[in-house]
C-alpha cells in the first residue's frame, strides 16, 4: 500500500470524456489498495481564456481580481472529476484551496504556499475517500481572498501536497509521456529521457521546457518527493525526476530548451553612479516583477545601457514601473522588446566538461543567428536571440551535441 | 443619499462590453452620491453549460459537487466587473457567498438563506468601497461547504442583500423592460404594468414569469424590500413591485403566466388506503423534490390513479426514488411526462370578482385545448395542457381578458 498523488494537467481534462479517463486511471490505483489523492488543473484553454478577458477589461487590473477569476478553472474540473470518480464508485470528495485550507503568502498571481493544514484529507483518505484538490489555487493569510500561484502552479500544488499528505510518489500524468532532450514538435529526433536528476529538470524548466513548472521541480528537491512524469492517455512508463546520485552516466549535455515567455528591456544611457543597479531594480522586486538576464555595457561617456529580460506578462507593469521613476533614475530611453526567445543548453556533465558554451556560440553563429544576450550557471548555458530563431537554433543545437536519437 | 442594491442578469454580463455598460451604470449611482452594493449573475450561457456537464457525467450526481461547478459562473463576472469598476476609477471589491459570508441551510442545489453578515460590507460601503457580491451563491452551516440557491438565485442573492444592508431600494436590471401582462414575445399586444402588488407577481413568477424569482419575491414580501425591476440596456422607468395597498385600481386579471419546467407523474392504480399520499410524497419532500399540482381519481375497485407535477429538472430523481418504492406503495405503473405547461390567470381582483375561471375554461375548450390537471388560489388559476399548445393558449387567454393593449 502507497500513498500517492496523481496530478492531471489541462489536456487530460479538456472534456468529459478526458476526465472519465482520469476517474477510471485514479480507480485502477485506488483498486490496487493505493491511498489516492487527485490535482487537477483547469480544462486545455480554460484559463487562458479568463486571463484574456481580465487583460482585455484593465492591462493593470487588480491582481487579488485576477486571481478571483482564474481560480475558476479548477474549480470545474475539481467537481465534474469528483462526480465522474462518484460514477465509477468510488468515494470522492474536493477540496477547494481555501477549503483544505491551502495558505499561501499574499502575492496575488503568483503566490507561494506556506503550508497546507493535510489532517483531514489523511483522516479521510484512510478511510478510503479520494480528495481532488484543486490545483494552483491558495488562500492568503488573512484567509479570506483566493490566491493562485501563477501558470502551471498545479505542478506545484501536486508536489506540496505530496510532501503535506507524506506521499510516496507524485505521478505528474500530462499530454507528453516524458522528459525528452528538447520539445520534440520543433525536433521529431529528440529523444525520452528514462531519468533526471532534479537540478538539470530545474534548469530545463525554468527555461521553459514546460513538462515541470520551476517552482514545483524545486520543492520536489527541497522536499526530496519522487516525481513521475507520465502520458495520461497512454501506459507506458514515463520519466523520473530523481537525486543526482541515482543517475549513473552524467552526460555533458542532457536537453536544449528554450522559452518565448521573455521580453527584453534596454534602459538606454542611465548614469553610471554606484546604487543605480539597485534603483532600477528595488522597485521591479518589490511589484513582483522577476528580473532574469542583466547585461550593463559601460559607456565612455559615464553613462550605461542596461538590458535585462522580465517575464512577457510582466512587460506592461515593469515599463510602468521605469517610466514612472525616469526623472530618478536618469535614463534616456527605455526599449522594449518582447519578440525574444531564449535557449538554452542544460546538463549535470558540464561540471566536469569545458568547451559547452564555444560549441554554441559557433553552432549560432554558423545559422547566422545573432546573440543578444548571454548567461551561464554551473549546468547551463543560455542566450537571447530574436524570437523568430527559435527552431533554427533548437535543432541546430540538438544536433550539435549529439543528441538526435538514430 | 440613498443605499442601493443593484442586480444586473445574465444576459446583462453577457461580455466585456456589457460589464462595463454595467461598470457605468453604477458608476453613475456612486457620483450621484448614493452607496451602492451590485450583485451579478453568471454571464448567460455560462451556468447551462455547467449544468449539462454535471449532467453528463452523472444524471444523479452529487449535489455538492454540482454546487462547486456551477457557482464558478458568478466567480467569474464579479472579478470582471471588479476590474471594470476599478479601471473607470470606482473603488470596488468582489466577494463570493463564503467570503461575504452568506449562510444557507446545507440543501445543496437548493439552499436557503439563512442569514448574512453584512458588517463589513456595510462598513466598506460607507468608506465608499462598491461591494461586488456573487448572486446565487452561500455557504452551508459548517461553513467548509458552497451552495448555491438554485436557478434564477441571483435575485434572491440580491433581495437577501437589500434586506441584510438595510437598502432603501433593490433594482434588479434585466433585459427586459418591466413586468408584462404575459410574455412580448408570445403576445406582441402584452402590455407593461407600472406597478405590481408582492402576491400577484409571486403568483406570476412561481407559474414561470421569469422576470423575477419566485423565492426572491416571498423575501421581497417579507422583508418589505421595494424591488424595481428595469432594463440594462435601455434609460426608461420600469416596473414596481409594491405592497398591495400602493395600488389604486385593482385588475381582476393582471396577467397570463405559463411555465414549460413542469413534469407531469401518473401513479396509475395506487391501493386508496389512509396514509398513501405521505408514503408517496414523503421521500420526494426529504430529496428536496418539490411537488406542485396533485389530482386523485378514487376509482370504483379501492385503486386510484394519483397525478402530479414536478419540477422537469427533478424528473429522474422523483422517478428513481418512487420506482424503487415500487412495492412498498404498491402502484401499477408509474407514467412519466415531460411535455406539459402550466398556465395561469392572475389578479388580486379575482378575490372580489367570480367567473374567472369559467371564462379560462371555456376559451381554452373553444380552442380544443385539452385540460389535464387544474389548481387554484385566491388570485390565480392555473391549468395544466400539453405543452404543444402553450402559445395558442396563452395568446387566447390575454385576448379573452381583455389584456392587449389597443
Not at 484551496?97 to 503568502?105: C, E, L, R, S, Y
Not at 517575464?311 to 530618478?328: F, M, Q, V, W, Y
Not at 554558423?366 to 544576450?373: S, T
Given at each position: 500500500?502507497?500513498?500517492?498523488?496523481?496530478k492531471f494537467g489541462g489536456?487530460?481534462?479538456?472534456?468529459?470524456?478526458?476526465?472519465?479517463?482520469?476517474?477510471?486511471?485514479?480507480?485502477?490505483?485506488?483498486?490496487?489498495?493505493?491511498?489516492?489523492?487527485?490535482?487537477?488543473?483547469?480544462?486545455?484553454?480554460?484559463?487562458?481564456?479568463?486571463?484574456?478577458?481580465?487583460?482585455?477589461?484593465?492591462?493593470?487590473?487588480?491582481?487579488?481580481?485576477?486571481?478571483?477569476?482564474?481560480?475558476?478553472?479548477?474549480?470545474?474540473?475539481?467537481?465534474?472529476?469528483?462526480?465522474?470518480?462518484?460514477?465509477?464508485?468510488?468515494?470522492?470528495?474536493?477540496?477547494?484551496?481555501?477549503?483544505?485550507?491551502?495558505?499561501?503568502?499574499?502575492?496575488?498571481?503568483?503566490?507561494?504556499?506556506?503550508?497546507?493544514?493535510?489532517?483531514?484529507?489523511?483522516?479521510?483518505?484512510?478511510?478510503?475517500?479520494?480528495?481532488?484538490?484543486?490545483?494552483?489555487?491558495?488562500?492568503?493569510?488573512?484567509?479570506?481572498?483566493?490566491?493562485?500561484?501563477?501558470?502551471?502552479?498545479?505542478?506545484?500544488?501536486?508536489?506540496?501536497?505530496?510532501?503535506?499528505?507524506?506521499?510516496?510518489?507524485?505521478?505528474?500524468?500530462?499530454?507528453?509521456?516524458?522528459?525528452?532532450?528538447?520539445?520534440?514538435?520543433?525536433?521529431?529526433?529528440?529523444?525520452?529521457?528514462?531519468?533526471?536528476?532534479?537540478?538539470?529538470?530545474?534548469?530545463?524548466?525554468?527555461?521553459?521546457?514546460?513538462?515541470?513548472?520551476?517552482?514545483?521541480?524545486?520543492?520536489?528537491?527541497?522536499?526530496?518527493?519522487?516525481?513521475?512524469?507520465?502520458?495520461?492517455?497512454?501506459?507506458?512508463?514515463?520519466?523520473?525526476?530523481?537525486?543526482?546520485?541515482?543517475?549513473?552516466?552524467?552526460?555533458?549535455?542532457?536537453g536544449i530548451a528554450y522559452?518565448?515567455?521573455?521580453?527584453?528591456?534596454?534602459?538606454?544611457?542611465?548614469?553610471?553612479?554606484?546604487?543605480?543597479?539597485?534603483?532600477?531594480?528595488?522597485?521591479?522586486?518589490?511589484?513582483?516583477?522577476?528580473?532574469?538576464?542583466?547585461?550593463?555595457?559601460?559607456?565612455?561617456?559615464?553613462?550605461?545601457?542596461?538590458?535585462?529580460?522580465?517575464?512577457?506578462?510582466?512587460?506592461?507593469?515593469?515599463?510602468?514601473?521605469?517610466?514612472?521613476?525616469?526623472?530618478?533614475?536618469?535614463?534616456?530611453?527605455?526599449?522594449?522588446?518582447?519578440?525574444?526567445?531564449?535557449?538554452?543548453?542544460?546538463g549535470i556533465g558540464m561540471?566536469?566538461?569545458?568547451?559547452?558554451?564555444?560549441?554554441?556560440?559557433?553552432?549560432?553563429?554558423?545559422?547566422?543567428?545573432?546573440?543578444?544576450?548571454?548567461?551561464?550557471?554551473?549546468?547551463?548555458?543560455?542566450?537571447?536571440?530574436?524570437?523568430?530563431?527559435?527552431?533554427?537554433?533548437?535543432?541546430?543545437?540538438?544536433?550539435?551535441?549529439?543528441?538526435?536519437?538514430?
Amino acid at each position: 500500500m502507497s500513498r500517492i498523488v496523481m496530478k492531471f494537467g489541462g489536456t487530460s481534462v479538456a472534456d468529459l470524456d478526458r476526465i472519465r479517463n482520469v476517474a477510471a486511471r485514479v480507480k485502477r490505483e485506488v483498486d490496487a489498495g493505493h491511498q489516492v489523492a487527485v490535482v487537477v488543473s483547469a480544462m486545455s484553454g480554460a484559463t487562458n481564456q479568463l486571463v484574456k478577458w481580465c487583460q482585455d477589461l484593465s492591462p493593470l487590473h487588480d491582481a487579488r481580481e485576477y486571481d478571483t477569476v482564474v481560480a475558476t478553472g479548477e474549480q470545474v474540473t475539481i467537481g465534474l472529476t469528483a462526480i465522474a470518480l462518484q460514477a465509477i464508485g468510488v468515494e470522492a470528495r474536493s477540496w477547494q484551496g481555501w477549503q483544505v485550507p491551502i495558505i499561501t503568502d499574499n502575492a496575488h498571481g503568483k503566490a507561494r504556499v506556506d503550508r497546507i493544514e493535510g489532517d483531514e484529507l489523511i483522516r479521510r483518505m484512510e478511510q478510503g475517500q479520494v480528495p481532488v484538490v484543486a490545483g494552483f489555487q491558495g488562500l492568503e493569510p488573512t484567509r479570506n481572498r483566493v490566491t493562485t500561484l501563477g501558470r502551471g502552479g498545479s505542478d506545484l500544488s501536486a508536489v506540496a501536497l505530496a510532501a503535506a499528505l507524506k506521499a510516496d510518489r507524485c505521478d505528474i500524468y500530462t499530454d507528453v509521456d516524458g522528459i525528452y532532450t528538447t520539445d520534440p514538435r520543433i525536433v521529431p529526433r529528440a529523444k525520452k529521457l528514462e531519468r533526471i536528476s532534479y537540478e538539470e529538470m530545474l534548469e530545463l524548466a525554468s527555461v521553459g521546457a514546460k513538462v515541470l513548472q520551476t517552482r514545483s521541480v524545486e520543492l520536489a528537491m527541497k522536499a526530496r518527493v519522487r516525481v513521475q512524469v507520465l502520458s495520461s492517455f497512454e501506459d507506458k512508463p514515463g520519466s523520473l525526476v530523481v537525486d543526482e546520485d541515482e543517475i549513473m552516466e552524467k552526460p555533458i549535455v542532457s536537453g536544449i530548451a528554450y522559452s518565448r515567455d521573455e521580453a527584453k528591456v534596454t534602459l538606454r544611457r542611465v548614469p553610471d553612479r554606484p546604487g543605480v543597479a539597485a534603483r532600477v531594480f528595488g522597485p521591479l522586486s518589490a511589484a513582483n516583477v522577476n528580473v532574469d538576464m542583466i547585461v550593463q555595457n559601460i559607456g565612455a561617456d559615464g553613462g550605461t545601457d542596461m538590458t535585462f529580460t522580465v517575464g512577457r506578462s510582466d512587460l506592461p507593469r515593469c515599463t510602468d514601473i521605469l517610466e514612472k521613476a525616469k526623472a530618478e533614475l536618469g535614463f534616456e530611453a527605455l526599449i522594449a522588446d518582447p519578440d525574444v526567445a531564449k535557449i538554452s543548453v542544460v546538463g549535470i556533465g558540464m561540471r566536469t566538461h569545458a568547451g559547452v558554451a564555444s560549441t554554441m556560440f559557433k553552432t549560432l553563429a554558423d545559422k547566422g543567428i545573432n546573440i543578444q544576450v548571454i548567461s551561464t550557471s554551473e549546468i547551463k548555458v543560455s542566450v537571447l536571440v530574436a524570437a523568430d530563431y527559435t527552431e533554427l537554433a533548437v535543432r541546430a543545437l540538438h544536433t550539435a551535441y549529439g543528441l538526435d536519437a538514430a
